[in-house]
């Protein structure tokens, strides 16, 4: 048990992270909604995300049933975590001031994660 307390707070951590990225976007949005332009489909990304988050951190309760973990099983669900927190980043980065706006890096950057 003592070992899933640890697996909780590490990876409960960076999905913190993960939301904290989500919400400063949206933040970001709200305050400057002339800056960033909005774009209905990049805001359904973000909704998705922010329920999937949600979702995977319920999940992880789930893990308190594992009796046996293994390094493989840890560096599964890392790896998951850290991925979950790079999509937020790059779909509501810190700046996208190079961009007209969020259709504009959506088109751009939506390669990455869409093919």
């Not at 919400?23 to 305050?31: D, P, R, S």
């Not at 308190?64 to 099983?73: D, N, P, R, Y």
Request: a positive charge; hydrophobic letters at 55%.
């Amino acid at each position: 048990m003592e070992l899933y307390l640890h697996i909780r707070v590490v990876f409960g951590l960076v999905i913190g992270l993960a939301f904290a990225q989500l919400l400063n976007g949206v933040a970001q949005i709200v305050q400057h909604p002339k800056r960033y332009k909005i774009y209905w489909v990049h805001t359904l990304w973000v909704m998705f995300l922010f329920l999937y988050l949600l979702a995977y951190w319920w999940w992880k309760f789930n893990l308190a049933a594992v009796q046996v973990w293994t390094f493989g099983m840890y560096a599964f669900i890392a790896i998951y975590a850290v991925i979950l927190y790079l999509l937020c980043a790059m779909i509501l980065p810190s700046d996208i001031d190079e961009y007209e706006g969020y259709r504009v890096y959506y088109y751009s950057r939506g390669q990455w994660f869409l093919h």
